[in-house]
């Protein structure tokens, strides 16, 4: 098996709802809490957990909300 096939291979699926979505929600955090520590708006927190769900997020955005 070629090595990129075994590191995809060793990666959990990403959750349908997306990775910021799952990990606020198991760390028992609102989006509006997330938003505040992001320091945007509700609407645009929200937005940014869709974008990720559906492929169109900057790495730079996953590192902001990573820091959140």
């Known amino acids: 098996?070629?090595?990129?096939?075994?590191?995809?291979?060793?990666?959990?699926?990403?959750?349908?709802s997306g990775w910021i979505k799952a990990?606020?929600?198991a760390l028992g955090m609102?989006?509006?809490h997330l938003a505040q520590r992001?320091?945007?708006t509700l609407p645009t927190a929200t937005r940014l957990e869709i974008s990720e769900a559906e492929n169109r997020i900057t790495l730079?955005?996953?590192r902001r909300a990573a820091d959140a």
């Open 23 to 25: 990990i606020r929600e």
């Open 38 to 40: 992001l320091g945007v």
């Open 60 to 62: 730079a955005t996953l």
């Open 1 to 16: 098996m070629p090595l990129n096939r075994r590191a995809a291979a060793a990666l959990p699926p990403r959750p349908r």
């Open 30 to 32: 609102t989006s509006a």
